[in-house]
């Protein structure tokens, strides 16, 4: 599929229907794009689609990532995050399984702020550095690396934010929900993505995620589904354009660029 800008109204309407195939969801910001740039839809709904088409995960799984993803405090993308809760349940995800992911949309927060405070130790070697309580080590041992958390310094420097944090980290999720291998792949994708990129607990994701027997398939395509969100902003420029069209804002010669029909529903 070649779409040019000079398509006819029967391959836009063939692009259009692609691409709800491929995505599952049609928009005014794909039909203004259509309109403008219909090699920009189809391409896009062939790239977007593939991770989800051809990679090993589960349809729960494939959309409990976009869950993560679309709610993660580096997005927020409130459209999205509707779409693929729906779509979740849909396919057979949880209650547990959701309020599960979005505790770990919180954790993703918690690895910055220990990586932060690691490189605040390595530069002021603070005094007040003490030795880790054995109960409270075992518990960093425990479950620092399945949430690429890095808290010996915070331990050393301020042992009662660690130990809050590790009670979040454990008591926060319900009882219910992901399994652990589930939840490295959610968590690798947070990390991968290049809204909240954290190179460091990636590597530690993926080291855990491996050893849970998580195949790299599976690890590859948790990455690929963050990549196209940046879409979000091609959707807020298209979106702009339609409003500067629509409310005659814009010259005249560059309205006239994109041919124009109605909205669909």
């Given at each position: 599929?070649?779409?040019?800008?000079?398509?006819?109204?029967?391959?836009?309407?063939?692009?259009?229907?692609?691409?709800?195939a491929?995505?599952?969801?049609?928009?005014?910001?794909?039909?203004?794009?259509?309109?403008?740039?219909?090699?920009?839809?189809?391409?896009?709904?062939?790239?977007?689609?593939?991770?989800?088409?051809?990679?090993?995960?589960?349809?729960?799984?494939?959309?409990l990532?976009?869950?993560?993803?679309?709610?993660?405090?580096?997005?927020?993308?409130?459209?999205g995050?509707?779409?693929?809760?729906?779509?979740?349940?849909?396919v057979?995800?949880?209650?547990?399984?959701?309020?599960?992911?979005?505790?770990?949309?919180?954790v993703?927060?918690i690895?910055s702020?220990c990586?932060?405070?690691?490189?605040l130790?390595?530069?002021?070697?603070?005094r007040e550095?003490?030795?880790?309580?054995?109960?409270?080590?075992?518990?960093?041992?425990?479950?620092?690396?399945?949430?690429?958390?890095?808290?010996?310094?915070?331990?050393?420097i301020?042992a009662?934010?660690?130990?809050?944090?590790?009670?979040?980290?454990?008591?926060?999720r319900?009882?219910?929900?992901?399994?652990p291998?589930?939840?490295?792949?959610v968590q690798?994708?947070l990390?991968?993505?290049?809204?909240?990129?954290?190179?460091?607990a990636?590597?530690?994701?993926?080291?855990?995620?491996?050893?849970?027997?998580s195949?790299?398939?599976?690890?590859?395509?948790a990455?690929?589904?963050?990549?196209?969100?940046?879409?979000?902003?091609?959707?807020?420029?298209?979106?702009?354009?339609?409003?500067l069209?629509?409310?005659g804002?814009?010259?005249?010669?560059?309205?006239?660029?994109?041919?124009?029909?109605?909205?669909?529903?």
């Open positions: 599929m070649s779409p040019t800008d000079n398509a006819t109204e029967e391959e836009r309407a063939r692009i259009k229907a692609f691409f709800i491929q995505r599952g969801y049609w928009r005014p910001w794909t039909d203004t794009m259509l309109q403008a740039c219909p090699g920009f839809v189809a391409q896009y709904a062939r790239y977007a689609g593939y991770p989800a088409r051809t990679g090993p995960l589960s349809e729960r799984m494939v959309e990532v976009y869950v993560a993803l679309d709610a993660s405090g580096s997005h927020l993308f409130e459209a995050l509707n779409t693929h809760m729906k779509r979740a349940i849909e057979g995800a949880s209650q547990a399984d959701i309020f599960d992911v979005l505790h770990l949309v919180a993703q927060g690895a702020a990586q932060a405070t690691d490189i130790a390595e530069l002021t070697r603070p550095a003490a030795q880790v309580e054995k109960a409270l080590q075992a518990r960093i041992d425990s479950l620092g690396p399945a949430h690429a958390l890095s808290l010996a310094a915070v331990a050393q301020d009662g934010y660690a130990d809050v944090l590790l009670d979040f980290v454990e008591q926060g319900p009882e219910a929900g992901l399994t291998a589930e939840r490295s792949i690798l994708a990390h991968a993505c290049f809204t909240a990129f954290n190179p460091a990636v590597r530690q994701i993926v080291s855990t995620g491996l050893s849970q027997g195949s790299p398939a599976e690890l590859l395509q990455i690929q589904l963050g990549a196209h969100l940046a879409v979000h902003g091609s959707a807020l420029g298209a979106n702009a354009y339609r409003h069209r629509d409310t804002a814009m010259g005249q010669q560059a309205a006239q660029l994109v041919p124009f029909r109605p909205e669909l529903p």
